[in-house]
């Protein structure tokens, strides 16, 4: 039994630790809202992010950041990616020891255009931090917390230390891989939500199948196509956290970004579609992201410029599908021997 900080105690950092009491734990929660923590300890419930789920008594909620990385070695770091910087400038204030820090946000900081585990290492001194993993992969945080089947994956740059995440999560429920590669699952689970965005588009819409498979399909594309130059391998962009994640997020009502999308689609406005959400969309910040990569690299990405334009310059969404299907004719082919090579 290990004891394990989460930090962040949304619906992600709460299902994930239902998992880890699951494999017998001590997991402590961490989150700043007083009310919050306040129910999940005296009710053992977060009907907000994680409605009707009974958490187990393993899980202790706390609001005080160094009681609750008091001698513990893994952290998982459960919060949205902008405010990943503000956590880790506050957890340093408060540890003396080094942390392995297993991230589970999905996402690419604009400007910097830098990886969560490029912005850990950036903020965490060498000597505070012993390793950075990666969990990620098609899973949204209902069906976990309902011990439906999922299956994700573990990356570091140490192997060890990706076998050793493996072993505390993977149950009868919760299955885990462990992949080497940092670069593309990181990619892989952030541009995938730019996708989802697009996906949630057309079906707002009113498009059909054809559609959405073929956005999937030359979505993937995309992605693979950016991450490869970035260094990744092209093979993780066919596994969970490429094309896995990629199709849960695009076809589920359990996506955000595909809720988004799908008001977008509709009509709404962005500001509106942020403020009714109640819940971080990432794939919006990402896009902005993804469109400053596709620059630095010189990487075709239409799908993102497509949704870059709608969402920051007010391209209407109708206009900008139009504008996909216009586009000059090309060899797909072509374009996956490029990928396959890395020729992009």
């Not at 992010?49 to 770091?77: F, M």
């Not at 946000?105 to 931090?129: N, T």
């Not at 990569?293 to 007010?314: C, R, S, W």
Request: net charge negative.
């Amino acid at each position: 039994m290990q004891r394990i900080a989460v930090l962040g105690a949304g619906s992600w950092g709460t299902a994930l630790s239902l998992v880890l009491a699951d494999n017998q734990h001590e997991v402590r929660l961490w989150g700043h809202r007083k009310e919050l923590i306040q129910e999940i300890n005296e009710t053992h419930k977060n009907q907000k992010y994680l409605p009707d789920i009974e958490l187990s008594d393993n899980i202790k909620g706390c609001t005080d950041l160094r009681k609750t990385l008091h001698d513990v070695q893994i952290a998982v770091l459960a919060v949205p990616t902008k405010a990943i910087r503000e956590v880790l400038q506050d957890v340093i204030k408060v540890i003396s020891h080094k942390l392995t820090i297993v991230h589970v946000s999905k996402g690419i900081e604009p400007d910097s255009l830098l990886r969560i585990s490029e912005i850990i290492k950036e903020e965490v001194p060498e000597e505070l931090l012993q390793d950075v993993v990666v969990l990620s992969g098609p899973s949204h945080a209902e069906e976990v917390g309902l011990r439906q089947p999922t299956t994700v994956t573990s990356s570091s740059d140490n192997l060890a230390a990706a076998e050793l995440v493996q072993d505390l999560f993977m149950n009868q429920h919760f299955r885990v891989y462990t992949n080497p590669d940092v670069i593309g699952v990181e990619i892989g689970g952030a541009l995938k939500n730019i996708i989802a965005l697009a996906a949630g588009i057309t079906d707002g819409l009113g498009y059909g199948d054809n559609a959405k498979a073929a956005l999937i399909t030359r979505g993937l594309a995309e992605i693979a196509r950016l991450g490869s130059i970035m260094g990744g391998n092209p093979l993780t962009f066919s596994g969970l956290t490429g094309i896995g994640d990629l199709i849960v997020t695009c076809t589920s009502v359990h996506s955000r970004n595909w809720r988004a999308g799908n008001l977008l689609g509709k009509g709404q406005k962005l500001e509106d579609v942020l403020e009714n959400m109640g819940m971080v969309v990432e794939g919006v910040r990402t896009t902005k992201a993804a469109y400053q990569l596709a620059q630095k690299f010189d990487v075709k990405m239409p799908i993102t410029e497509a949704l870059y334009a709608v969402l920051f310059n007010g391209k209407e969404v109708k206009d900008a599908v139009d504008s996909l299907m216009a586009r000059v004719k090309t060899h797909e082919m072509e374009d996956l021997v490029n990928i396959s090579e890395n020729r992009c």
